[in-house]
């Protein structure tokens, strides 16, 4: 190994953060131009309003996943010359990303994973088994029913690129189920804001087709 001169070397805010970390383990990736692309006219809310990816820049604050202001602390070059996939809704909205855009997606099989392990579902089954297992020791059945179990949570699903995806679309025997569900954004975490009429009024005004 070739011996490196760091006599006026100065780490940048993201490494000091790194060093400072306590965790076991820390993971970083994203090389330089390894950024996951959108198309430029993809629509962004931010907390000022509505802007496209092109015209989001460091500094920033767009929404996370969870609904909270996230503020944006890098961006990569515009790419060219990837390959770019549109991606349909079952809303009917859709966006350009390109193969290795990541997304957290639930498939088939997760998501009936997540029905066993729903409080309906263990609710049912302890219903359906009231009436069992008495027999000869209905001191045993008593201790099952009172029986403090700890339950699996539920299936968070995993991430999985565009490519990965396409590739993975439909499921089950015939390939006619669409595989990949993604979770919904929760609602924001906006400010309070004095407004002109109150949110649920307006949407019981528009529900209603007329303003009159």
């Excluded at 011996?3 to 994203?30: M, R, S, W």
Aim: glycine share 10%; aromatic share 6%.
């Amino acid at each position: 190994m070739t011996d490196v001169d760091l006599t006026d070397y100065e780490p940048n805010p993201k490494q000091i953060l790194a060093h400072n970390c306590k965790a076991p383990f820390l993971l970083y990736g994203g090389a330089v131009g390894g950024g996951k692309a959108l198309a430029l006219d993809t629509p962004i809310l931010t907390i000022n309003g509505w802007s496209t990816m092109g015209q989001i820049k460091v500094g920033d604050s767009v929404f996370g996943i969870g609904g909270e202001p996230v503020e944006v602390i890098g961006t990569t070059d515009v790419m060219l010359n990837h390959k770019c996939y549109r991606v349909l809704f079952d809303d009917g909205e859709w966006v350009v990303a390109d193969a290795e855009h990541l997304w957290r997606t639930q498939t088939v099989i997760e998501r009936e994973i997540n029905v066993r392990r729903s409080v309906g579902y263990r609710e049912a089954r302890k219903k359906a088994r009231l009436s069992t297992g008495l027999g000869k020791r209905p001191d045993l059945a008593k201790l099952n029913r009172e029986r403090k179990y700890k339950y699996l949570s539920a299936n968070a699903g995993g991430v999985r690129t565009t490519e990965q995806i396409a590739g993975s679309l439909l499921a089950g025997p015939k390939h006619d189920t669409i595989n990949h569900a993604i979770p919904l954004a929760s609602t924001l975490d906006l400010p309070a804001a004095n407004l002109l009429i109150d949110p649920y009024v307006l949407g019981v005004w528009l529900g209603d087709g007329t303003s009159v």
